[in-house]
Structures are given as C-alpha cells and as structure tokens.
T-cell receptor, first 117, second 113 residues
Framework: GAVVSQHPSWVICKSGTSVKIECRSLDFQATTMFWYRQFPKQSLMLMATSNEGSKATYEQGVEKDKFLINHASLTLSTLTVTSAHPEDSSFYIC?????????????FGPGTRLTVL | GENVEQHPSTLSVQEGDSAVIKCTYSDSASNYFPWYKQELGKGPQLIIDIRSNVGEKKDQRIAVTLNKTAKHFSLHITETQPEDSAVYFCAASITQAGTALIFGKGTTLSVSS
C-alpha cells in the first residue's frame, strides 16, 4: 500500500509552452502533498505544500504564478509549469501524506523529468 | 527554519564493509528523522526512520541512531552489497500535519565488489 504515481514520467517541451504534471495517491487519501524540485546531483528542494481544497503554500523564491498547483481531490495534485524555459528543466518529485496516518509519514512519487528545449 | 547538514558527500566502501552517514540538524523542535535511498532517475524510497522518543532503531542491515542533545543522527549500513550503491538522503521535520521534510544534500554511496 501507500503508492504514489506521477504522470508523465518524462516530458520534453519547447520553451514558452506549459506542462502539467500529475501526482496521484493510488491506494490512500492524502490530506497534504508536497512538490519538490531536484537538479542533477543535488538534493530535493521543497517548492510548495499543497492541501486539498485550499491554495498551495509556496516556498520563498518559488514563483506561484509560474508553478501553478491544484489539489482538487484527496488523491490528486497537479503542478503546471507555465511558460517553461530551459532553466526550469529539472526532476520534479511529489510526496503525499496519508490521511489518518502519522502526520509525518510521506510517500514519494517516482518523479517527472522535465526537459525544456 | 530547519537546516540539515549531511556528511560525507561521497563514500566508497568494499563489499562487506560498513558504511556510516551522519547528519546534523538545527531546529531542536524537529522530532522525525527519516532516511531515503534514491537510485538514478527514481524517486526517494524510505529505508528507515526514527522519532525523537528513541535513540536507536534497527532493521536488518540498516540502523539509525539519534542524539537529540547534540542534534545529530546517523545511518549505519552493515555488510554492504553492490546493490546498496545509491544516493542516500537524511531529512528532518516536526511531526505536524502539513510539515514538509527538510533534506540534507545527500551522500553518494559506492559499494565495490
């Protein structure tokens, strides 16, 4: 149990286009989902915290108008990278906190590799 | 806010040797300390975690120790195998709904046979 999926697993797009990444908790309900970004050979950097039915909370330095997060249900959060540029190329990873479980137990998705040409 | 330091950044061991990775944290309110293993191109996988009410936890070849006074915790892998080669991240957080993990910079472990 406690499986988190991401779609797509990888995407290549042209500069200026928008890309949507989905994060789903497959066998549990998630009150909170987190979005991280990871550049090559670096650690995971928290971008935003997504709570179902409310606005996401963004970390300092992350542009909320560029990285749109929608947590429409207890099993789905989406991250849309708007007007993507080459510097947005990165590995995007989500994690989900399971409802009614220890509040600190997070399950990570497999990640989405975004390449912007 | 919380800051997590992790050492070493790279670690090379021979198969069968032990490997130790150390982390320190800054926020004394942190009380949850997980360790993740990440293989190339994949998301992190939880391998072991410890909460502040215990000092040590073991799961087969993996163990974690926590010193709350000194604010550091360590991952110990015994009898290493080539398949243990990966990047390992420590993290810290405060047990509270909606609190994100703060990660260390990672340790690349290479186990040679």
């Amino acid at each position: 149990g406690a499986v988190v999926s991401q779609h797509p697993s990888w995407v290549i797009c042209k500069s200026g286009t928008s890309v949507k990444i989905e994060c789903r908790s497959l066998d549990f309900q998630a009150t909170t989902m987190f979005w991280y970004r990871q550049f090559p050979k670096q650690s995971l950097m928290l971008m935003a915290t997504s709570n179902e039915g409310s606005k996401a909370t963004y970390e300092q330095g992350v542009e909320k108008d560029k990285f749109l997060i929608n947590h429409a249900s207890l099993t789905l959060s989406t991250l849309t990278v708007t007007s993507a540029h080459p510097e947005d190329s990165s590995f995007y990873i989500c994690s989900a906190v399971r409802l009614a479980a220890p509040s600190d137990e997070q399950f990570f998705g497999p990640g989405t590799r975004l390449t912007v040409l | 806010g919380e800051n997590v330091e992790q050492h070493p950044s790279t670690l090379s061991v021979q198969e069968g040797d032990s490997a130790v990775i150390k982390c320190t944290y800054s926020d004394s309110a942190s009380n949850y300390f997980p360790w993740y293993k990440q293989e190339l191109g994949k998301g992190p996988q939880l391998i072991i975690d410890i909460r502040s009410n215990v000092g040590e936890k073991k799961d087969q070849r993996i163990a974690v120790t926590l010193n709350k006074t000194a604010k550091h915790f360590s991952l110990h892998i015994t009898e290493t195998q080539p398949e243990d080669s990966a990047v390992y991240f420590c993290a810290a957080s405060i047990t509270q709904a909606g609190t994100a993990l703060i990660f260390g910079k990672g340790t690349t472990l290479s186990v040679s046979s």
